[in-house]
């Protein structure tokens, strides 16, 4: 069975810090991974994904993930917070094909001193 | 380019009753998932349909059912409403004719249950 891990509950960094959002995660073959970000009262917006290739994926809003097979980690990282980055983070792992069923982690909530 | 739209945007209902919601998918996908997030977890995935029939589903009872229509429009009905059921719930749509395709989701409806 897939899961996810988010060891971090909550995040408190200052704007302009860097950010990483740590996600372990356990499944039985080649993952799909997605970082999604979720403001108050709103859906999931996609923030990036890993499917395969290039370990070190790119995604919007300054925002990057690295895809470490031994650690089964994908961890979600980004040079300069910004004070509008305040969000709840969710990592998520689905089967091939990308638009399987995703199972996510319990989410990071993330706070931005200014 | 409409993204997913789901309504309505908040409920209101009673132990026992039931209740309908619906979504509509992002223009030019094909494949509905269903999703509940209690609050202060992540989403659970719920179901998927896909060509109108019911493709995955979840660890949700029978009271959860849903129906996807020929222009990919979808409902989630629930019956016999318990307090537990009090969530929001997400929609996400997906192409499934092209591989490694992330799932959109929508804004959300957010259900209490008195």
């Known amino acids: 069975a897939q899961s996810v891990t988010q060891p971090d509950i909550h995040i408190t960094v200052s704007e302009g810090a860097s950010l990483e959002l740590r996600c372990n995660y356990s499944?039985?073959?080649?993952?799909?991974l997605f970082w999604y970000v979720q403001s108050p009262g709103q859906g999931l917006q996609l923030l990036l994904k890993y499917f395969s290739g290039d370990t070190l994926v790119q995604g919007i809003k300054g925002f990057e993930a690295e895809f470490k097979r031994s650690q089964s980690s994908f961890n979600l990282r980004k040079p300069s917070v910004h004070w509008s980055d305040a969000a709840e983070y969710f990592c998520?792992?689905?089967?091939?094909?990308?638009?399987?069923?995703?199972?996510f982690g319990t989410g990071t909530q993330l706070k931005v001193e200014l | 380019d409409a993204g997913v739209t789901q309504s309505p945007t908040h409920l209101i209902k009673t132990r026992g009753q039931q209740v309908t919601l619906r979504c509509s998918p992002k223009?030019?996908?094909?494949?509905v998932s269903w999703y509940q997030q209690a609050l202060g977890q992540g989403p659970q995935f719920i179901f998927q349909y896909y060509e109108e029939e019911e493709r995955q589903r979840g660890n949700f009872p029978d009271r959860f059912s849903g129906h996807q229509f020929p222009n990919y429009s979808s409902e989630l009905n629930v019956n016999a409403l318990l307090l537990g059921d009090s969530a929001l719930y997400l929609c996400?749509?997906?192409?499934?004719?092209?591989?490694?395709?992330?799932?959109?989701f929508g804004d959300g409806t957010r259900l209490s249950i008195l």
């Open positions: 998520a792992v689905g089967a091939t094909g990308g638009g399987n069923k995703l199972t």
């Open positions: 499944y039985g073959a080649t993952p799909y």
């Open positions: 996400a749509s997906s192409f499934t004719g092209t591989s490694n395709q992330p799932q959109h």
């Open positions: 223009s030019g996908h094909d494949t």
